[in-house]
């Protein structure tokens, strides 16, 4: 297939518009002694200010997010300048969600223990 067929076939994947994601359910285990910390704000980048102001009202339109006051918990955002001039908007989810998340020790098992449990079979 040539790229312009892909597009055409699957042109509403590429119009632009945010789509709502329905199917997937995601649980985050969070530790509440974490959550609760505000952040420092991150300076901008002030020449491409106007372009991160649009962009964010944008985005409140669309529905994609939601204005927040400073001393609500909020994600911080780092602005990329895209190619064609415009600013995507990206979250800085290392410094806020990252430290407040639980993990399972070991959500795969070790290798030492597949061994170990190979070691014992007759039949591969």
Same mark, same amino acid.
């Given at each position: 297939?040539?790229?312009?067929?892909?597009?055409?076939?699957?042109?509403?994947?590429?119009?632009?518009?945010?789509?709502?994601?329905?199917? @997937?359910?995601?649980?985050?285990?969070?530790?509440?002694?974490?959550?609760?910390?505000?952040?420092? !704000?991150? #300076?901008? +980048?002030? /020449?491409i200010?106007?372009?991160?102001e649009?962009?964010?009202e944008?985005? @409140?339109?669309?529905?994609?997010?939601?204005?927040?006051?400073?001393?609500?918990?909020?994600?911080? !955002?780092? #602005?990329? +300048?895209? /190619?064609?001039?415009?600013?995507?908007?990206?979250?800085?989810?290392?410094l806020?969600?990252?430290?407040?998340?639980?993990?399972?020790?070991?959500?795969?098992?070790?290798?030492?223990?597949?061994?170990?449990?190979?070691?014992?079979?007759?039949?591969?």
């Amino acid at each position: 297939m040539s790229l312009p067929e892909i597009l055409d076939n699957y042109k509403d994947a590429f119009e632009g518009t945010l789509w709502e994601m329905e199917v @997937v359910e995601v649980k985050l285990q969070l530790k509440w002694e974490v959550c609760s910390r505000s952040l420092k !704000i991150c #300076p901008g +980048l002030y /020449t491409i200010r106007p372009k991160v102001e649009a962009e964010l009202e944008r985005l @409140v339109n669309l529905g994609a997010s939601e204005p927040v006051t400073p001393r609500e918990q909020a994600i911080p !955002i780092i #602005p990329v +300048l895209k /190619t064609d001039g415009t600013v995507r908007i990206c979250g800085d989810f290392k410094l806020a969600v990252q430290p407040a998340l639980t993990y399972d020790q070991y959500p795969l098992p070790l290798i030492e223990d597949v061994f170990s449990d190979l070691e014992r079979g007759k039949k591969f």
